[in-house]
């Protein structure tokens, strides 16, 4: 091996991208991954979903086999914080007092679950890790009445895990409907009739201002006054990105760490990828934050070639899914006003597109329960196209033949 060193720093499918696509690509150097959990990189998705169910177990949820970091000679440093980055020596501090140069740093250091001040405590969980997720499984198992504050997705796929192992779900959420932001109203009310008809009493509009502790659990106080029971209480109501090791740095930091569309930060020989970076998007011509396991995936990827020598803008379509009981919704590219969406197939029956169409082109689109729509989009989203609402509507022309068979044109 070469005497070059890369460090990643982050205990995420980003850290474990990056790792990987340097070895494909015949990174000869050392490479160095730390993370502050105990644990080797996983995948966060089932930890809301299947997880809590007991369908996965954690050995599943790693993207790599047993001995793959050995093999491949990618040093783990597990339960190990980087606590400074000297940017100009070129080095890290760890939690353990060490310091450890690099020639290359990585940053993908995630992004960490917002709390909601004063619920905090035994019985109030937090969703991010394994280790939440194992506290999280463990009480739902004894627990009868289940509290979800917050109906985004991981507040409605834990309400969707509980009530699928027979609990009492009750989410408070202070939109009218789950997801509205993320998915429209339209949509939002399609998945409030899913909850309730798994019994999940879905409390729109409403928000949860105190709890107090009792002998049987809890009693929690709504904004109308009323106080609800509970065993256990969820709290999703949002994340922040993990930015600060970034801007104590001296870093650019914008809502995220700032990047180009090659994954590189303000400093030279520092990168970041995954859910904590903010990033130049050559087909948007502007810098987006996501939150997606698969662009965290593919941003590690992308990094991991500039660093290697090999620089590859990322300019791919972001794309992300959710499984809810039976259903899975999924969506790609970005949607514009969710109030004036295109919509193919039915509403009522649970099976549609609803698409955002400007001048003829496909901006995105939102998909329950059809997987074959959003892969045609996202195939074609980037390559010059041309579609009517009229078009999109008739189910009677299969989707794929709307669209042109070129292979995208790069952005410039």
């Known amino acids: 091996m070469s005497t ?8 995420g499918v980003a ?8 070895r494909r690509r015949g990174y000869d150097g050392e490479v160095v991954l730390v993370g502050d959990e105990p644990i080797a990189p996983y995948e966060r998705p089932p930890l809301s979903k299947d997880f809590l ?26 339960g190990t914080r980087v606590t400074a980055v000297d940017a100009g020596a070129r080095s890290v501090t760890l939690s ?3 310091r450890l140069g690099y020639d290359d740093l990585v940053l993908a250091t995630g992004v960490r679950a917002r709390r909601l001040p004063g619920f905090d405590g035994d019985g109030v969980h937090y969703l991010r890790t394994a280790a ?10 004894a627990a009868d009445r289940i509290a979800v504050l917050g109906a985004g997705f991981v507040g409605c796929e834990v309400a969707a895990a509980a009530a699928s192992l027979g609990k009492q779900v009750t989410v408070f959420e202070p939109a009218p409907v789950p997801l509205a932001r993320a998915l429209g109203e339209a949509i939002g009310t399609v998945l409030m009739d899913i909850h309730r008809e798994h019994r999940v009493e879905i409390r729109a509009g409403e928000h949860v201002t105190s709890f107090e502790r009792g002998s049987g659990g809890f009693v929690l106080t709504t904004g109308r006054g009323e106080r609800i029971e509970a065993d256990v209480i969820v709290v999703g109501v949002g994340s922040l990105p993990n930015v600060e090791l970034a801007e104590a740095a001296g870093l650019a930091v ?3 760490i700032v990047v180009d569309a090659y994954g590189r930060t303000s400093a030279p020989h520092v990168y970041a990828a995954g859910d904590a970076v903010i990033q130049h998007h050559p087909r948007y011509g502007e810098p987006i934050r996501v939150e997606h396991h698969d662009t965290a995936v593919r941003q590690g990827a992308h ?41 193919r ?25 059809r997987p074959r729509d959003v892969l045609e989009v996202r195939r074609v989203l980037f390559t010059p196209h041309e579609v009517t609402a009229e078009q999109l509507t008739d189910e009677s022309v299969p989707l794929k033949r709307l669209f042109p068979r070129a292979k995208p044109v790069r952005a410039r």
């Not at 959710?322 to 899975?328: A, C, G, I, M, R």
């Open 4 to 11: 070059r060193r890369c460090v990643l720093v982050g205990g």
């Open 15 to 22: 850290a474990a991208s990056a790792a990987t696509a340097l």
């Open 53 to 78: 169910l007991g369908g996965t177990q954690l050995p599943d949820l790693h993207p790599q086999a047993p001995g793959w970091y050995e093999t491949e000679q990618v040093e783990l440093r597990l």
């Open 96 to 98: 353990t007092g060490d």
């Open 132 to 141: 939440d997720a194992t506290r999280l499984r463990e009480e739902l198992a």
């Open 254 to 256: 914008d809502g995220g």
């Open 303 to 343: 990094v991991a070639a500039t660093v290697a020598g090999e620089p590859e803008p990322f300019e791919e379509a972001h794309w992300f899914w959710s499984d809810q009981y039976e259903h899975s919704l999924q969506s790609t590219g970005r949607m514009g006003a969710l109030d004036t969406v295109v919509l």
């Open 345 to 369: 197939g039915s509403l009522a029956e649970r099976s549609f597109s609803a698409f955002s169409l400007v001048d003829g082109r496909i901006q995105g689109v939102i998909s329950l329960n």
